[in-house]
């Protein structure tokens, strides 16, 4: 899958510092300013970047190509910059590059058939799950290449007990259910489309954390990973808690903006407001593997 080209942007425009460091801005225009922070390993600072477009069509894991999504054309700040960390004072001269790919990971959240398939207990909740299958296929892709770069793949399955389940969980939700998803054991529990490979990590999960008793930060430091790719669904929901909590424990996050589905436009776009402005990068996958390629020297 060959990427386009990053858009050719204005000569930056120091802030501070000097020639040896320092932060920069690039004056905000109607082009840049739907443009999204995220780091390159190509040039060794951050870099603008555009974010996936609205009205796209999307494929999903069957084939099937979704109606293009509608996306919020307003969703970041008017004033970016970038921070040249090379030899910045503020990080001692240690550079951090999140597209590092010996220090990379994928984390998949929660792509089964109780959330994505039309008979599942999302679809027969009268849920949209088009707008979650259709970015199933991108997450096929997007893992593949990952797995020929070295980069491990982990896979969280949601897994509901009732025998284990704490009454307080069960209760969270005001209205009573008379179901309960992703049943161990059953059809619903299992991978939507996409098949684990047997390099891959499988993780069962009981909440919407990734990072709730399941041994995922654990399994992350024993391979020495520390920047985070977050795809999956829901956005709004357990996409959104594993990337905060992986925020607090002081791993690099990114959102791949175009991996992830939700139910609604609205709690997809609130989650990317939310990480774009406060917890890390948010960027579409395409940009993602420009840069790990880099990294890896096949750029």
Same mark, same amino acid.
Request: with cysteine; net charge neutral.
């Given at each position: 899958?060959?990427?386009?080209?990053?858009?050719?942007? *204005?000569?930056?425009?120091?802030?501070?510092?000097?020639?040896? +460091?320092?932060?920069?801005?690039? *004056? @905000?225009?109607?082009?840049?300013?739907?443009?999204?922070? @995220?780091?390159?390993?190509?040039?060794?600072?951050?870099?603008?970047? *555009?974010?996936?477009?609205?009205?796209?069509?999307?494929?999903?894991?069957?084939?099937? #190509?979704?109606? *293009?999504?509608?996306?919020?054309?307003?969703?970041?700040?008017?004033?970016?910059?970038?921070?040249?960390?090379?030899?910045? !004072?503020?990080?001692?001269? &240690?550079?951090?590059?999140?597209?590092?790919?010996?220090?990379?990971?994928?984390? #998949?959240?929660?792509?089964?058939?109780?959330?994505?398939?039309?008979?599942?207990?999302? +679809?027969?909740?009268?849920?949209? #799950?088009?707008?979650?299958?259709?970015?199933?296929?991108?997450?096929?892709?997007?893992?593949?290449?990952?797995?020929?770069?070295? @980069?491990?793949?982990?896979?969280?399955?949601?897994?509901?007990?009732?025998?284990?389940?704490?009454?307080?969980?069960?209760?969270?939700?005001?209205? %009573?259910?008379?179901? /309960?998803?992703?049943? !161990?054991?059953?059809?619903?529990?299992?991978?939507?489309?996409?098949?684990?490979?047997? /390099?891959?990590?499988?993780?069962?999960?009981?909440?919407?954390?990734?990072?709730?008793?399941?041994?995922?930060?654990?399994?992350?430091?024993?391979?020495?990973?520390?920047?985070?790719?977050?795809? +999956?669904?829901?956005?709004?929901?357990?996409?959104?808690?594993?990337?905060?909590?992986?925020?607090?424990?002081?791993?690099?996050?990114?959102? @791949?903006?175009?991996?992830?589905?939700?139910?609604?436009?609205?709690?997809?776009?609130?989650? #990317?407001?939310?990480?774009?402005?406060?917890?890390?990068?948010?960027? %579409?996958?395409? &940009?993602?593997?420009? +840069?790990?390629?880099?990294?890896?020297?096949?750029?």
């Amino acid at each position: 899958m060959r990427s386009a080209q990053a858009p050719s942007l *204005p000569p930056l425009r120091p802030r501070r510092g000097d020639a040896r +460091g320092g932060t920069f801005s690039w *004056p @905000v225009s109607k082009q840049t300013s739907k443009l999204l922070l @995220v780091q390159t390993a190509a040039n060794g600072f951050d870099a603008l970047l *555009p974010r996936v477009g609205a009205g796209e069509p999307r494929c999903s894991g069957s084939g099937e #190509v979704s109606p *293009p999504v509608e996306r919020d054309s307003n969703l970041h700040h008017e004033g970016m910059s970038i921070v040249w960390s090379n030899h910045s !004072p503020n990080l001692k001269g &240690h550079y951090v590059n999140r597209l590092d790919t010996t220090k990379a990971a994928i984390v #998949v959240i929660d792509i089964q058939n109780d959330f994505c398939h039309s008979r599942g207990y999302q +679809g027969l909740r009268g849920r949209d #799950v088009g707008r979650v299958q259709s970015v199933v296929g991108r997450i096929e892709e997007f893992t593949r290449e990952a797995r020929e770069l070295g @980069v491990p793949v982990v896979f969280m399955q949601n897994l509901h007990d009732p025998e284990s389940d704490t009454h307080e969980w069960r209760a969270r939700h005001l209205e %009573p259910r008379a179901s /309960q998803s992703c049943l !161990p054991g059953t059809w619903g529990a299992e991978f939507f489309t996409l098949v684990p490979q047997p /390099q891959d990590h499988v993780l069962p999960k009981a909440r919407y954390s990734a990072f709730t008793n399941t041994g995922l930060e654990a399994l992350l430091r024993s391979l020495n990973r520390t920047s985070l790719f977050f795809c +999956g669904t829901a956005t709004s929901i357990c996409v959104e808690t594993s990337l905060r909590d992986a925020t607090c424990l002081d791993f690099l996050v990114t959102l @791949v903006e175009d991996c992830c589905g939700d139910y609604s436009d609205i709690a997809h776009n609130n989650t #990317v407001r939310s990480v774009a402005s406060g917890f890390g990068a948010v960027t %579409p996958s395409k &940009h993602v593997m420009e +840069g790990l390629r880099i990294s890896a020297g096949h750029g």
